[in-house]
């Protein structure tokens, strides 16, 4: 079955950065957009960014430009995303998703990394 | 920029229909897609495309969009439908947008 599957929780200071995977399994990896959306504990759904697997090319949230970035490795069907100058603010839930671009919506999602940033 | 508004909470009596609406300015234009999430778990897409459900998803679920509202309806509403939902669109000014959530509660 199709499947993303994230790496375990983080933990970081103010000012590091962090790096997030997300394994795809269960279809053809590089078909489908891969994008990132995060939650902060008891909050909403936020969009982060894009990234096509077979392209490469990226489309990040205005919010994110400049500190953050989602590449990929084909070879292992894995996507990342990476978030730089982390703040107490960036303490969240980070979620990867498989995109369909026919009509824009999101299945399945990753389990759900929790990143919390803390000195 | 594009929003959503969606209710705090929403509750329905066991058996009965629930109602969870998203507000967006001519979303009966726009293709709307609901995921529901339940505590400490992954969103989990439950109607696409307005009205469409994945497989998987019971029938009780059902959507709708026009006008500046969109509608996701859960029919005889069992226990296990607790959970936040959340409607999202894509828009051309803003990319990927999502309401704010739902609590759905069954009583």
């Known amino acids: 079955q199709v499947q993303l599957v994230q790496s375990g929780a983080e933990v970081k200071k103010p000012g590091a950065s962090v790096k997030v995977s997300c394994k795809a399994s269960g279809y053809t990896f590089t078909s489908y957009d891969i994008n990132w959306v995060r939650q902060a504990t008891g909050q909403g759904l936020e969009w982060m960014g894009w990234m096509n697997p077979n392209s490469g090319n990226t489309g990040y949230a205005q919010k994110f430009q400049g500190r953050v970035t989602m590449t990929r490795n084909t070879s292992i069907s894995t996507a990342y995303m990476e978030l730089s100058s982390l703040r107490s603010e960036d303490t969240a839930v980070y979620y990867c998703?498989?995109?369909?671009?026919?009509?824009?919506?999101?299945?399945?999602w990753g389990q759900g990394t929790l990143v919390t940033v803390s000195s | 920029s594009y929003e959503l508004t969606q209710p705090l909470s929403v509750s329905v009596a066991l058996g009965q229909t629930a109602r969870i609406t998203c507000g967006g300015n001519n979303i009966g234009s726009k293709n709307v897609h609901w995921y529901q999430q339940k505590p400490g778990q992954a969103p989990v897409l439950v109607i696409y495309?307005?009205?469409n459900r994945p497989s998987g998803i019971p029938e009780r679920f059902s959507g709708s969009n026009s006008g500046n509202t969109a509608t996701l309806t859960i029919s005889r509403a069992q226990a296990g439908d607790e959970a936040d939902y959340y409607c999202?669109?894509?828009?051309?000014?803003?990319?990927?947008?999502f309401g704010g959530g739902t609590k759905l509660t069954v009583l």
């Open positions: 495309r307005d009205s």
């Open positions: 999202q669109v894509w828009d051309s000014s803003t990319d990927v947008v």
């Open positions: 998703a498989r995109y369909f671009w026919s009509g824009y919506w999101f299945d399945p």
